[in-house]
């Protein structure tokens, strides 16, 4: 996968497999975006390059743990976030990615703070706190 931010500054690339793709509705997100929700995709960082000049901002996720966002200091779109909490996963915003098929959602959430006006009309899993399935992937990850 890879993607760029509005300008083009800021580029991406990463070979891994995402571990988990969802619209998060997370205040956070909420207020990071202007929108209902954010597309991400998660993925393992190692092997992955960034490049172009980055400004970051330390803020806090939907579980209160530390995020890294880092956005291009020329357009200002937040491109990805590390994820403190996570070890070595990255957040990348699926409006930066470059193939339309690269966002393959599988879930809601965060569905505790969702912007009720806008209604969810898709069949995805919907979780009202944070995905379970990084907790299964961290489960089995290997060391
Ligand atoms: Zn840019
Ligand atoms: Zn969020």
Known sequence: MKGQCRCGEVTYETSRDPV???YCH???CQKRS???CTGFVMVPWEGSTLSGETRTYQDLGGSGQPVVEHSCIKCGSLVLMEL????????IMASTLEGPNDFIPESHVWLSSQDKRFEIQDDLLKQQGPPKQMAL???????
């Open 137 to 143: 992937y961290l489960a089995r990850k290997p060391v």
């Open 20 to 22: 988990f793709s969802g």
């Open 34 to 36: 202007s929108a209902p």
């Open 84 to 91: 403190k909490v996570l070890d070595n996963i990255v957040a």
């Open 26 to 28: 997370c205040h956070a």
